[in-house]
């Protein structure tokens, strides 16, 4: 989405040579509609791949942390924190 891609280029532009931390949601968005909107790994991946390299420092199930999502219908929640390093 062009939104995303502002985000992304925002990101990059934000600290062109320092390292990212990035942490993202997933959940299947035909039971919540952003905001947040999830953001896969495979996205990351697709987004960031050319300019940085990826190290996933953790992935875990989030939804017992995150009541408002499960009360908004929300069955599974997934937190991803990458390592962003500039190539």
Do not use: W
Not at 9 to 30: E, F, M, S, Y
Not at 68 to 79: H, I, K, P
């Amino acid at each position: 989405s062009p939104m995303r891609d502002r985000y992304c280029d925002h990101l990059r532009a934000l600290a062109p040579h320092a390292n990212i931390l990035l942490v993202t949601l997933t959940h299947d968005p035909k039971e919540k509609e952003g905001p947040p909107f999830p953001v896969t790994p495979e996205e990351v991946e697709t987004r960031f791949r050319e300019t940085h390299t990826i190290e996933v420092l953790e992935s875990r199930d989030a939804l017992m942390d995150n009541p408002s999502f499960a009360r908004q219908g929300v069955t599974a929640l997934v937190e991803h924190v990458f390592l962003l390093r500039p190539k």
